[in-house]
């Protein structure tokens, strides 16, 4: 009986009779556990109630015609109280006997369970401890709630900062694809793009060179190949102190060494001659200062 535990609940007089409502209560007893009670009353002036044994719970599974062990007959019974469908019926002797029907679901058994009416003398102990019963019931319903809602509050608190975890992750992984495509569409440069001392027409002042690889050695070579060619135009004849001089940035910048099939010999004196050294040299320079940062930075 003890794993019966406790019901609350409202016993619907017929319609017909005006009556206050009527609440009912069925529980173990407190001193004998054993026993199972049914207590209905209308808090005021009228009480019926009623104690069954073990032998007459099997004696009302018998009635209703329900199988199975006593443990499942309490079961089938607490859910029947439970259910809300719970209906007072008065008997032709008036208010001395009530019978206490109620049903699980439309089409089931029905429990009904007979019931006395109190003595006056009795009333008010009843009354003030069904009372202090549904108070006691009502602070448990309400810590289960308030645990409950905490729980949930909790849990909420969880939802919403694994969420907004996740939105800072999704923001992070939209930040890498863009970055991602913006490489994927970045343009590359590709060897045999390149434009080489070949295919720059011959005679042309113009050099062009990449803008990834100009240096300041580099500019320097450019500016050799303009001087080279604007004193090859400037001289007509060529006198006997006059040398072949073939300009090395053509045959440096001219991949395995293509330059050389396209690119003719220029006739330089012998002092121009000189002054191109010094440039040369100076680009030298340039160029060796130029790795040397590339390879600090």
């Known amino acids: 009986m003890d794993a019966f535990g406790s019901v609350f609940g409202e016993a619907k007089p017929p319609v017909a009779m005006r009556m206050r409502p009527i ?13 199972l009670r049914l207590l209905a009353t209308d808090l005021h002036s009228l009480a019926w109630d009623r104690s069954l044994s073990l032998s007459d719970i099997d004696d009302l599974r018998d009635d209703v015609g329900i199988g199975g062990s006593c443990s499942d007959f309490l079961d089938y019974l607490k859910s029947c109280l439970s259910s809300g ?3 007072l019926l008065f008997t ?13 679901a439309k089409g089931l058994p029905r429990i009904t369970i007979s019931l006395n009416t109190l003595t006056h003398s009795a009333l008010n102990d009843v009354i003030a401890n069904f009372s202090l019963s549904l108070y006691a019931a009502f602070k448990t319903t309400q810590d289960h ?10 849990l909420m608190e969880t939802l919403s900062s694994e969420k907004e975890k996740n939105e800072i992750m999704q923001k992070q992984l939209e930040a890498l694809s863009f970055l991602d495509k913006r490489k994927a569409t970045k343009p590359k440069l ?5 434009p080489s001392v070949s295919d720059v027409t011959q005679g042309s002042d113009q050099v062009i060179v990449p803008a990834q690889q100009q240096t300041p050695g580099r500019e320097c070579e450019e500016l050799c190949c303009k001087i ?5 135009k400037n001289k007509s004849t060529v006198e006997p102190e006059k040398i072949f001089f073939l300009p090395a940035p053509a045959l440096a910048s001219s991949p395995q060494g293509e330059g050389m099939n396209n690119v003719r010999p220029s006739m330089v004196s012998f002092q121009d001659s000189l002054f191109l050294c010094d440039m040369m040299f100076t680009l030298v320079l340039l160029n060796v200062h130029g790795a040397a940062q ?4």
């Open 23 to 35: 609440l009912f209560h069925a529980h173990a007893y407190t001193n004998d556990v054993s026993q």
């Open 85 to 87: 469908e719970v209906n």
């Open 92 to 104: 032709h002797n008036g208010l001395d006997r009530v019978h206490l029907v109620a049903t699980k």
């Open 145 to 154: 709630a308030s645990r409950e809602q905490e729980r949930a509050s909790k």
């Open 190 to 194: 590709v060897a045999n793009q390149v």
């Open 228 to 232: 080279l060619r604007n004193m090859s």
């Open 294 to 297: 590339r390879q600090m930075f």
